[in-house]
Protein backbone atom coordinates (compact mmCIF):
# COMPACT_ATOMS: atom_id res chain seq x y z
CA UNK A 1 0.00 0.00 0.00
CA UNK A 2 1.49 3.42 -1.06
CA UNK A 3 1.25 6.54 0.80
CA UNK A 4 -1.70 7.99 0.92
CA UNK A 5 -3.83 4.69 0.40
CA UNK A 6 -6.92 4.21 3.04
CA UNK A 7 -6.01 1.15 5.18
CA UNK A 8 -9.72 -0.20 5.01
CA UNK A 9 -11.77 -3.19 5.73
CA UNK A 10 -11.85 -3.53 2.12
CA UNK A 11 -8.11 -3.46 1.50
CA UNK A 12 -7.80 -5.75 4.11
CA UNK A 13 -10.15 -8.47 2.74
CA UNK A 14 -7.97 -7.90 -0.75
CA UNK A 15 -4.72 -9.01 1.06
CA UNK A 16 -7.01 -12.12 2.89
CA UNK A 17 -7.90 -13.12 -0.68
CA UNK A 18 -4.15 -12.84 -1.68
CA UNK A 19 -3.13 -15.51 1.44
CA UNK A 20 -5.82 -17.54 1.44
CA UNK A 21 -4.74 -19.75 -0.97
CA UNK A 22 -1.04 -20.35 1.04
CA UNK A 23 -3.36 -20.81 4.54
CA UNK A 24 -5.67 -23.18 2.66
CA UNK A 25 -3.08 -25.26 1.25
CA UNK A 26 -1.49 -25.53 4.83
CA UNK A 27 -4.93 -26.98 5.67
CA UNK A 28 -5.45 -25.75 9.11
CA UNK A 29 -8.11 -27.54 11.70
CA UNK A 30 -8.87 -24.69 13.72
CA UNK A 31 -8.10 -20.63 13.99
CA UNK A 32 -7.03 -18.95 17.33
CA UNK A 33 -7.67 -15.15 17.55
CA UNK A 34 -5.66 -13.47 19.38
CA UNK A 35 -7.08 -10.54 21.32
CA UNK A 36 -9.32 -7.70 19.46
CA UNK A 37 -7.24 -7.64 16.16
CA UNK A 38 -6.65 -11.32 16.29
CA UNK A 39 -10.09 -12.39 16.32
CA UNK A 40 -11.38 -10.06 13.41
CA UNK A 41 -8.73 -11.69 11.12
CA UNK A 42 -9.77 -14.97 12.72
CA UNK A 43 -13.41 -14.21 12.13
CA UNK A 44 -12.77 -13.48 8.32
CA UNK A 45 -10.61 -16.89 7.63
CA UNK A 46 -12.99 -18.83 9.87
CA UNK A 47 -15.89 -17.78 7.28
CA UNK A 48 -13.81 -18.74 4.47
CA UNK A 49 -12.32 -21.56 5.79
CA UNK A 50 -15.29 -22.35 7.66
CA UNK A 51 -13.03 -23.86 10.48
CA UNK A 52 -14.16 -22.97 14.65
CA UNK A 53 -12.19 -20.63 16.17
CA UNK A 54 -11.25 -20.23 19.77
CA UNK A 55 -10.10 -16.99 21.50
CA UNK A 56 -6.97 -16.04 23.87
CA UNK A 57 -6.08 -12.57 25.15
CA UNK A 58 -2.49 -12.48 25.64
CA UNK A 59 -0.22 -9.06 27.12
CA UNK A 60 3.19 -8.26 25.08
CA UNK A 61 5.57 -7.22 27.58
CA UNK A 62 5.92 -9.46 29.51
CA UNK A 63 4.07 -11.89 27.37
CA UNK A 64 1.62 -13.94 29.11
CA UNK A 65 -2.05 -14.96 29.09
CA UNK A 66 -4.65 -13.46 30.26
CA UNK A 67 -7.44 -15.10 29.09
CA UNK A 68 -8.33 -18.02 27.21
CA UNK A 69 -11.16 -20.27 25.47
CA UNK A 70 -8.27 -22.28 23.95
CA UNK A 71 -8.86 -25.75 25.24
CA UNK A 72 -7.31 -29.26 23.88
CA UNK A 73 -5.29 -28.98 20.82
CA UNK A 74 -3.86 -31.87 20.71
CA UNK A 75 -2.87 -33.23 16.90
CA UNK A 76 -4.21 -29.78 15.74
CA UNK A 77 -2.40 -27.44 13.00
CA UNK A 78 -3.58 -24.01 14.43
CA UNK A 79 -3.56 -20.72 12.48
CA UNK A 80 -3.33 -18.40 15.41
CA UNK A 81 -4.29 -15.26 14.28
CA UNK A 82 -2.62 -11.76 15.34
CA UNK A 83 -2.88 -8.00 15.02
CA UNK A 84 1.02 -7.90 14.78
CA UNK A 85 3.90 -8.74 17.57
CA UNK A 86 5.62 -6.20 19.49
CA UNK A 87 8.54 -8.59 19.44
CA UNK A 88 9.50 -12.24 19.01
CA UNK A 89 9.52 -12.94 22.33
CA UNK A 90 5.61 -12.76 22.09
CA UNK A 91 5.48 -14.46 18.97
CA UNK A 92 7.48 -17.54 20.73
CA UNK A 93 5.62 -17.45 23.53
CA UNK A 94 2.50 -17.46 21.69
CA UNK A 95 3.50 -20.34 20.11
CA UNK A 96 5.17 -22.57 22.98
CA UNK A 97 1.55 -22.09 24.74
CA UNK A 98 -0.57 -23.51 22.12
CA UNK A 99 1.96 -26.60 21.48
CA UNK A 100 1.82 -26.98 25.33
CA UNK A 101 -2.19 -27.28 24.63
CA UNK A 102 -1.12 -30.35 21.96
CA UNK A 103 -1.10 -28.36 19.12
CA UNK A 104 0.77 -30.69 16.16
CA UNK A 105 1.99 -27.45 14.32
CA UNK A 106 1.11 -23.58 14.35
CA UNK A 107 1.29 -21.48 11.73
CA UNK A 108 1.09 -18.15 13.10
CA UNK A 109 -0.36 -14.72 10.69
CA UNK A 110 -0.45 -11.15 11.41
CA UNK A 111 -2.42 -8.37 10.25
CA UNK A 112 0.26 -5.90 9.87
CA UNK A 113 4.26 -6.09 10.19
CA UNK A 114 6.49 -8.82 9.16
CA UNK A 115 6.46 -11.04 12.83
CA UNK A 116 4.33 -13.84 11.40
CA UNK A 117 4.64 -17.11 9.10
CA UNK A 118 2.37 -14.65 6.99
CA UNK A 119 1.41 -11.29 7.11
CA UNK A 120 -1.74 -9.21 5.41
CA UNK A 121 0.74 -5.55 5.42
CA UNK A 122 4.37 -6.90 5.92
CA UNK A 123 4.95 -3.25 4.62
CA UNK A 124 3.30 -1.30 7.20
CA UNK A 125 4.70 -1.46 10.86
CA UNK A 126 2.53 -3.14 13.48
CA UNK A 127 1.76 0.56 15.37
CA UNK A 128 0.29 1.88 11.98
CA UNK A 129 -3.86 2.08 12.14
CA UNK A 130 -6.43 1.19 10.03
CA UNK A 131 -9.04 3.45 9.20
CA UNK A 132 -11.70 1.70 11.45
CA UNK A 133 -9.01 1.42 14.29
CA UNK A 134 -8.50 5.06 13.88
CA UNK A 135 -11.93 5.77 14.38
CA UNK A 136 -12.27 4.17 17.16
CA UNK A 137 -9.05 5.94 19.06
CA UNK A 138 -10.96 9.11 18.20
CA UNK A 139 -13.94 7.57 20.11
CA UNK A 140 -11.41 6.05 23.30
CA UNK A 141 -9.96 9.52 23.82
Same mark, same amino acid.
Given at each position: ???????????? @???????????????? =??????????????????????????????????????????? =???????????????????? +????????????????????????????????? =???????? +???? =? @????
Amino acid at each position: MGKGQKRTFEAL @LERVRLLLPLVRGWNP =DCIVGVNAGGMLLASVLSGILEKEVRALGLSTEPPEVLWESVG =DLSGKRVVAVVRSFASEKER +EFLERFLKGRGALSVLTMVMVGKGGDYSCFPEL =DGDELFSW +EEEC =D @LINS
